[in-house]
């Protein structure tokens, strides 16, 4: 055998391997109790990849090796180091659009692969270009759209730019990539001006597509974005040849795809309405309105209930991660267990901003997972708790979404918090939720209201606990 055969095999089965590593790295992912050795096992298959290739270009017989090297070599070190800083910087209420802004890169480096083949020239096959082009579409309206994504969410754009006929505007522009699209691979224009219109429009799609949508839908948004990136780096795979990244884009894609239908489902909306209406517009203000009177209730009046209950549910919401207040939370659902009380945490799939959100605070708390459950698993046993606690929740517990037809949340699953003998819910003010709608559990009959920031007010009440002896 060859020096040349040997080393080809030798990278098809680092790439395997690699390949093995994410895939068991991204089964561990689905459980928070694996979760981050998830994330370590991917990360080597990735680092064995991006070894693996870098040693294969340095083997190859191209003149400009060198500078090759020296290429990917900078992009390593720029990139490590942005992410590395970034990734330690960021709070984790900024997570969403950290992960746009990752997840635009992708795309961006799929298309930037597309880029070399289609300026390369027609000597490759029409197959191949075709391939080519395809992810490079997909990874350029990926790219351009997570960017968007991660303006609207980081405070940026403020506006949802929306007017009429922008549908039509947006067919227009996708037919006019396809028309480009099919210009370059058919060979009829084999000049960059063709290229760069079909990645000029590719890029603006992406733009467009993304500038009408509202906050409210951006994490399902980014989500299929994922999706698309994942995507397109497998048909880039499929350019270069690279096992590795065919099965990473396949596995991202997939994951991506299932993730984006999860949310949707959780929000109660189907992918055509998350991929063709006007995202955000549904979930507007509006629809139902809450007629009664919010009832306050003080700390210490809350401590002695909660003390003297055997059943508490905490319901954590967006609010207990704009606070922060995920370590106070544990402690005094500590002090409630030592008092002989049994607490249970429900998480609702869409709770916060982002998939896995309070899993990852309470987890960072050191809540054990045992005591954490899901809407299916917990949903029966509100009837059996004395006090339901809610921590900056609102949407999730909404049970118009049960009842109120008018509502715009109407058919979302939610957590059934009013079922509990009490309510507490701790927020600072009237504020609405996600999808701006008020909140008829605010006033039942059996719901009080502890206003406050959710770190002060979990803070006073477990002053009123220990009180309570
Ligand atoms: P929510 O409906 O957004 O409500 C959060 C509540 O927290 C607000 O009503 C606010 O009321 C209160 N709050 C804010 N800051 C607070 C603080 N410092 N201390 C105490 N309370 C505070 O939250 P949610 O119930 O978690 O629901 C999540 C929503 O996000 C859903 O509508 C969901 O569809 C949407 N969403 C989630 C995801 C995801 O992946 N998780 C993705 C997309 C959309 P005050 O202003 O009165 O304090």
Redesign the pocket.
Known sequence: MDYAHSAQTLVQLSYLAAAFLFIVGLKRMSSPLTAVSGVRWAGVGMVLATIVTLGYVGLGDNPDVRLNVALIVGAIAAGGVLAWVSGKRVAMTDMPQMIALYNGMGGGAAAAIAAVELYGGTEQSTTHLTIAAVGGFIGSVSFSGSLIAFGKLQGLITKSVRFSGQKLVNLAILLATVGFGVVVVSGYSDGPLAVSAFFGFALLLGIAMTLPIGG?????VISLYNALTGLAVGFEGFVLDNAAMIIAGTVVGAAGTLLTQL?AK??NRSLANVLFANFGESSAAGGATVTGTQKAIEASDAGVMLAFSQKVIVVP????A??Q?QHKVWELCQLLIEHGVQVRFAI?P??????G?MNVLLAEAGVPYDLISDLDEINAEFETADVALI???????NPDARTNKASP?YGMPILAADKAKNVIV??????????GIDNALFVLDNTRMLY????S?VGQLIQAVKAAG
Request: proline share 4%; no cysteine.
């Open positions: 409210a839908d951006m994490p399902v949310m959780a929000m919401g967006y609010g207990m704009v606070a207040a609702h869409v709770a916060g901003r982002m998939p959100h921590i900056g929740a609102n949407d999730v517990v949340i701790i927020k600072r003010g009237q504020g609405q939720g996600f999808s406050g920031d959710a770190q007010a």
